[in-house]
């Protein structure tokens, strides 16, 4: 199938990286978002990235004004009736998801794709809620979007080939790497990259090295370019103790539990870089 037009939801930090990278590849791109205040932030953080890029002169000015044409803003989910694929990227909730996909499913043309960036919730069950679970997949980008190179494709039940096929080869278009995963808990990147972030809370929890050393260890030891409590910080605490807890259900296993520090510092609303708080402090 050939894509063309492009329908992201969600203006935040991953919604808005994939309408950018989107744009930059050639895609008509609209970005949905409920509140325009979020579309019009999410549009300045991409203009700053661009900026940037064509500062470091890895793109013109005409490339860039060519790139911003190609968004437009979108604030009702009807703008999905003339697209080929749909990238969700709202926020990590089921019902919210599944009402999502229950409507673009009433509303996007029959041979639309609708694919999730969900980090760790099960496609089977989003696609569960459409008539349409051959065409539901998951499209997993990292943070930061524009950066990162990695694209995990998660194949629901029931998504076809042919689905499976045309997002691969939109990842390339995107020039990122897409990997193949099937629908499993946290499927590969979470599973393993959470226990880890976890893992090191439980370091801090028991007292065995500070947040500085924690990260040190891992930064020197490893070849990490963050320490895992600073790329705790960096995703946000709520959203890993969310993958935690995902894990730790889907599993029924007592090796996902997630830290009571990690879910004290939660509740007490130390949500990492975002709230200004975390296992570190930001100004
Ligand atoms: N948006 C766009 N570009 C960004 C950016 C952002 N948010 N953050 C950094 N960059 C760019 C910078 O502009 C810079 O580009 P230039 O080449 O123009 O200089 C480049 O990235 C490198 O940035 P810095 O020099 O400022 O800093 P750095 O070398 O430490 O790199 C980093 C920053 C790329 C974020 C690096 O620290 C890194 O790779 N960290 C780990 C990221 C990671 O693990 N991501 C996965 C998170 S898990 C996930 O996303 C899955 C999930 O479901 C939770």
């Known amino acids: 199938m050939n894509i063309q037009k492009v329908l992201v939801i969600g203006a ?17 791109v609209k970005l949905n978002d409920i ?8 549009i300045g953080i991409i203009t700053k990235n661009l900026l940037r890029s064509v500062e470091k002169e890895r793109m013109t000015e005409a490339e860039m004004e060519a790139t911003l044409s190609r ?11 003339d697209v080929d694929i749909i990238i969700e990227a709202a926020v990590e909730n089921m019902d919210i998801k599944k009402s999502i996909f229950a409507q673009l499913d009433s509303i996007a043309p029959d041979h639309a794709i609708l694919a999730t960036n969900t980090s760790s919730l099960p496609i089977t069950e989003i696609a569960a809620a459409t008539k349409r679970p051959e065409n539901v997949i998951g499209m997993h980008f990292m943070n930061p979007v ?13 998504t076809s080939d042919e689905v499976y096929k045309s997002v691969e080869d939109m990842t ?58 600073q790329l705790a910080d960096f995703i946000g605490l709520d959203t890993c103790l969310y993958i935690m807890e995902t894990l730790h259900e889907g599993f029924a296993d007592s090796k996902y539990r997630p830290c009571p520090l990690l ?21």
């Open 12 to 28: 935040g930090q991953m919604g808005g990286g994939i309408a950018q990278v989107c744009a930059q590849a050639g895609f008509d």
């Open 35 to 42: 509140k325009e205040e979020s579309y019009t932030k999410g």
């Open 71 to 81: 968004i437009t803003m979108s604030l009702d989910l009807n703008d999905a009736s």
């Open 146 to 158: 524009p950066v990162m190179k990695l694209v995990e494709i998660i194949r629901g039940l029931a």
């Open 172 to 229: 390339y278009q995107l020039a990122k790497t897409p990997v193949e995963v099937n629908d499993y808990p946290g499927f590969v990147a979470n599973r393993i990259l959470m226990p880890m972030i976890n893992e090191a809370i439980y370091t801090l929890y028991e007292g065995v090295a500070t947040v500085d050393a924690i990260d040190e260890v891992m930064k020197l030891g490893m070849n990490h370019p963050m320490g895992p409590l």
């Open 263 to 283: 879910r004290k510092y939660v509740n007490a609303g130390w949500l990492g870089k975002k709230s200004g708080r975390g296992f570190y402090e930001y100004s």
